[in-house]
């Protein structure tokens, strides 16, 4: 590989279709202002570098970036790459991550609204998210141990696992299919509608309308505050172990609650069963 150490670079491309480059404490930043620094480029490795200008990475094929500074002015970082690990970074620039596959994100730090679009087969462990629209359209997820606070999260993405997270967020995973979620915190309004193949497992769930217009959803012993108006329209199998505010018109299904405060059936095709009952093999299931 070749080496570049402790260079500033502002041109316009300024190291287009390299191939096998390691680039150790550079700057990305100056008054040339140009962009696209390392496009169209293959097997780069960037350690302890600060990206100050557009689209550095944009058509890659092999990334690793550690120990490195996207700023906010950093925008669209990584768009229509794959085979990607970042590693101990600042990724602070707006729409971080498109059109990308195969991406392995580690203990990062992400401040990036529209982050993660279109993306296929992403990794992300120990990581703090700000971010709007985040993962939309994305499909094949694998987090553990991510923090994200924003809104609009996980919209329309598929076959993915979450463990270990906390989601301080609103309308996340909406249209989302084959999505299982274990053993996290999810706090935000309108969790999951139209919501296909969800499985929230030994989760809290926090907040008002969730689980609307879902097709085949469970709910393993998770608990669920301050809920009202749950599960409206839904085929739901739920085992919760906590009381419920309220629950209206679920479609099909069961759902066994210890209490409920209000059910409201005001739809002649609601039909899903609510079980009241403090035993506790009613709220488990294997």
């Known amino acids: 590989m070749t080496v570049i150490e402790n260079k ?3 041109k316009e491309r300024a190291l287009y279709g390299s191939r096998g480059l390691t680039v150790n404490n550079c700057r990305f930043d100056g008054p040339a202002d140009g962009e696209s620094a ?3 480029c293959s097997d780069i490795e960037a350690g302890s570098c600060f990206f100050n200008l557009r689209y550095p990475f944009w058509h890659d094929n092999g990334l690793k970036i550690s120990d490195s500074e996207m700023t906010e002015l950093c925008r669209a970082a990584l768009w229509y790459s794959e085979d990607i690990i970042i590693s101990d970074t600042k990724m602070h620039g707006i729409k971080a991550l498109r059109e990308c596959k195969n991406v392995n994100i580690k203990n990062c730090d992400i401040i990036s609204p529209e ?4 993306v296929k087969n992403i990794s992300m462990e120990n990581c703090s998210v700000v971010s709007e629209y985040f993962m939309m359209r994305s499909e094949k997820l694998n987090f553990s141990d991510v923090n994200f606070k924003g809104k609009y999260s996980f919209q329309y993405i598929n076959n993915s696992v979450f463990e270990n ?6 309308d996340a995973f909406w249209h989302a299919e084959n999505v299982i979620v274990k053993n996290s915190v999810i706090k935000g309004e309108y ?13 809290k769930i926090i907040g008002t309308q969730p689980l609307c217009y879902c097709k085949n959803l469970k709910i393993i012993n998770c608990e669920m505050l301050d809920a009202d108006l749950c599960f409206e329209k839904s085929d ?6 906590t009381p419920v505010i309220s629950i209206k018109n ?3 299904g069961k759902i066994c609650v210890p209490s409920v405060g209000e059910i409201i059936r005001d739809d002649e095709n609601s039909k899903g069963e609510i079980v009241t009952c403090q ?3 009613c709220n488990k299931i294997a």
């Open 8 to 10: 500033t670079f502002d």
């Open 38 to 40: 390392f496009k169209e």
């Open 115 to 118: 982050f993660g679009w279109s």
């Open 165 to 170: 997270c906390i989601f301080d967020t609103k």
């Open 191 to 203: 969790l999951a509608w139209y919501s296909d193949g969800l499985t929230l497992e030994n989760c």
């Open 236 to 241: 739901v199998c739920a085992y919760i172990i």
């Open 250 to 252: 679920p479609l099909s």
């Open 279 to 281: 035993c506790c093999s």
